[in-house]
């Protein structure tokens, strides 16, 4: 199997990862937005902690790293708490799909803070991405645009998190990075969790550690894809996760998009298809 292949599949695992996570999330119920995220973290934390002291790392990184990681890490907390909010207040592939709006993000924050040049046709993808968004968010004048908006300052934190992790990428091993954000999000939401914790039976408990274990899942399924195919290559398939969100969707929840969201997310699916051809293209000549 080619590397290529190796990391299609890796992506399609990690999609599913995230989109299982999503629906865990959702299926805890009415539990503060606070300690869903914390609980998903401590899996995550337990089982990056073990690949760190396996693989003789460092537990916190390089001294030289540590400005890029706590900003990395705090910017992913935020991103993460504003999703799960957008998942308990929306309908399921309507938060992972304004979610997926953080590739096109992050190419204006690389334009800002990284001086990578945007090309004509980002742009060109980056309006059309954001034309996808008022059908799935069908702008209206009430408070029933809040989650909505949240689940898009979801995906610019996101955004500014994975700006910061095209620079850590270089210097730091990927589960000492991912331990870092999980021990951050666990030790900084840990007040208001105790603050605002409600009792859960086990049917919760269950269900939020299991997020944490497809979380897990999907974020080494994601890193570990990415060191078998640049991301231009394979990336698109990470889109995956908009179908795994819109079946659990109907299937879990008997939520079903309307017309103009379905509309909205083929928008979107194709502003990222289009940049996608556009990075092979111009990969080929220098290939």
Do not use: C
Not at 37 to 55: E, K, P
Not at 118 to 140: C, N
């Amino acid at each position: 199997m080619s590397d290529r292949n190796k990391g299609i599949i890796l992506l399609l695992i990690s999609a599913f990862g995230f989109s299982m996570m999503a629906a865990l999330v959702k299926l805890s119920g009415d539990v503060p937005t606070v300690q869903k995220t914390f609980m998903r973290n401590i899996v995550s934390a337990v089982i990056a902690f073990i690949l760190v002291v396996y693989n003789k790392e460092r537990i916190f990184g390089k001294k030289e790293n540590q400005g890029l990681l706590l900003s990395r890490s705090a910017l992913g907390t935020v991103g993460m708490v504003l999703f799960f909010y957008a998942i308990d207040h929306m309908v399921l592939s309507d938060a992972e799909m304004l979610n997926k709006l953080s590739p096109f993000i992050l190419i204006i924050f690389s334009a800002i803070f990284l001086k990578e040049k945007a090309r004509t046709y980002q742009i060109a993808a980056i309006l059309i991405a954001f034309v996808g968004t008022l059908f799935v968010i069908k702008p209206q004048f009430s408070v029933e645009v809040v989650p909505y908006i949240i689940g898009i300052l979801s995906a610019v934190f996101a955004a500014g998190a994975y700006t910061l992790l095209r620079v850590l990428g270089s210097k730091e091993q990927f589960y000492t990075i991912v331990f870092y954000f999980a021990f951050f999000t666990t030790v900084s939401l840990l007040p208001f969790t105790i603050a605002f914790y409600e009792p859960m039976p086990t049917k919760q408990w269950i269900y939020l550690l299991g997020a944490g274990a497809f979380a897990t899942i999907g974020q080494f399924g994601l890193t570990i894809a990415y060191k078998y195919a640049p991301a231009r290559e394979i990336s698109i398939f990470f889109y995956s996760t908009v179908v795994y969100t819109a079946v659990i969707s109907i299937v879990l929840f008997n939520q079903v998009p309307d017309w103009m969201s379905f509309l909205g997310y083929f928008i979107i699916f194709g502003a990222s298809f289009y940049m996608f051809i556009k990075n092979n293209k111009e990969t080929k000549p220098a290939a």
